[in-house]
């Protein structure tokens, strides 16, 4: 079963749009974390049934960093919750979408992350997460 986990937005710099979704949501920022295998720092929120993470890229030449350039400041990608990501990927896979990472790795707020390239989902880049037990 597949069930929304996150939105991503990737951001200059957390400093400036943590304290700027705080207003917008009327909520704080309840968890920070730096991920070093991505380049990147996070910073979470939850409204509602929803979690929102803040991407932050910790180099120049960054995942995230390279996205703003092209892009600018906004969503970077949709996380979806699953309950196998190795039985996701084959079976994802095997329906035709190409990963960005076939073998997941560990990512923020204790997940195991794989990628789907946008070129397969419409442009969007889609995330799938499983929670690490």
Do not use: W
């Not at 329906?95 to 794989?114: H, Q, S, T, V």
């Amino acid at each position: 079963m597949i069930h929304p986990e996150h939105i991503g937005i990737a951001v200059k710099d957390l400093n400036i749009s943590i304290p700027l979704f705080e207003k917008l949501f009327k909520t704080n920022c309840y968890k920070t974390e730096t991920v070093e295998s991505e380049n990147v720092k996070t910073a979470f929120f939850k409204t509602g049934e929803t979690k929102i993470e803040l991407l932050q890229s910790t180099t120049d030449d960054g995942i995230v960093a390279k996205f703003i350039g092209k892009k600018g400041e906004g969503l970077h990608h949709i996380a979806f919750e699953v309950e196998n990501i190795y039985d996701e990927i084959k079976r994802l896979k095997e329906e035709g979408f190409i990963f960005l990472n076939e073998r997941p790795k560990k990512g923020a707020d204790n997940k195991m992350i794989c990628f789907i390239h946008p070129k397969t989902a419409n442009g969007i880049l889609i995330e799938l997460c499983e929670t690490i037990k």
